[in-house]
């Protein structure tokens, strides 16, 4: 195949790219069965498989392209990237990730979620700080950072970076709650039952939201607020068990043991392996014991 013909094809798979992305591919595969050494050709063909989350398809486009071009940071990066996309796969995805000879921030910051996936926040920070300039437009950025420093119990900083994202992106809920959560794990409840208002009033409702939000009420005395929003929690996911268990132990604090076991029972239906239901239990079951015994 000449290169005017070659030239024509590619021109022809960009134009067609997304709403005849099929057509495409036969045309890309055409320019690589005739040409392998044609760098655009499996960069449009990688770019269409990534793009539809076709993530098979796309590692073996890459694999297949580093064949031809074993040099290409660009190949290399998205292969990690492919690798990125499964969670279990995320030190394949470090390997490839780290075989790019000069590496951009946004290759950083993939690691660094590579790093969360593996369990290994400390690294994760470590490189989130040292792209941060280069991603302080970027939300997420800062609720990545907070949450890994929620991770390392370093609440302190998470609290002064989502107060930052906070001045930054005044309208971002996910941003308010988590500093919300952040105030609850530095033993600051007043600040974090304010900051829970703030993000329901923006729209926060999910289950887990209102089970914190109920747990912090209930540690500055608000019990009929936090009885309510356990409520709330459960009536948004009925299966996010934490809420039954987290209401029940409130009853037993109150000592209304029939409504303590009555939640345990929802528990035991939603999750019945959980062993947190199972632990609650038994800590119900020895107060009845004790009852007994006066």
């Known amino acids: 195949m000449d290169k005017e013909k070659i030239a024509a094809k590619l021109w022809r798979a960009r134009h067609n790219k997304n709403k005849k992305w099929l057509l495409s591919v036969d045309l890309l595969e055409e320019v690589i069965t005739s040409e392998p050494k044609t760098y655009k050709a499996h960069k449009i063909l990688s770019n269409i498989y990534l793009k539809k989350s076709m993530y098979h398809k796309a590692k073996q486009v890459l694999k297949r392209a580093l064949k031809y071009f074993p040099g290409s940071d660009y190949f290399k990066f998205q292969l990690g990237?492919?690798?990125?996309?499964?969670?279990k796969k995320a030190s394949e995805a470090l390997y490839w990730y780290q075989q790019v000879k000069h590496p951009l921030p946004e290759q950083k910051f993939n690691m660094a979620v590579a790093y969360l996936y593996l369990n290994k926040p400390k690294k994760s920070v470590q490189l989130i700080q040292e792209i941060f300039p280069s991603f302080k437009h970027y939300v997420k950025a800062y609720m990545f950072l907070g949450e890994q420093y929620i991770k390392l119990h370093k609440y302190e900083k998470a609290i002064n970076i989502l107060k930052k994202a906070k001045s930054n992106f005044p309208t971002n809920k996910d941003v308010v709650y988590l500093l919300g959560v952040s105030y609850d794990k530095n033993a600051e409840p007043l600040q974090a039952y304010v900051t829970y208002q703030q993000a329901e009033k923006m729209g926060h409702n999910s289950a887990k939201f209102y089970n914190s939000f109920?747990?912090?009420a209930y540690k500055i005395g608000n019990t009929e607020e936090a009885i309510s929003y356990f409520n709330k929690s459960i009536n948004k996911n009925v299966f996010f068990t934490k809420s039954y268990i987290d209401l029940s132990k409130l009853y037993m604090d109150l000592k209304q043991f029939e409504?303590?076991?009555?939640?345990?029972?929802l528990a035991r239906k939603v999750d019945p392996l959980n062993i947190y239901v199972t632990l609650a239990t038994q800590r119900l079951k020895r107060?009845?014991?004790d009852l007994k015994k006066r």
Do not use: E, F, T
């Open 259 to 265: 409504k303590a076991k009555k939640y345990l029972k």
């Open 287 to 289: 107060i009845y014991k």
């Open 81 to 87: 990237n492919v690798y990125l996309s499964n969670r």
């Open 214 to 216: 109920a747990n912090c």
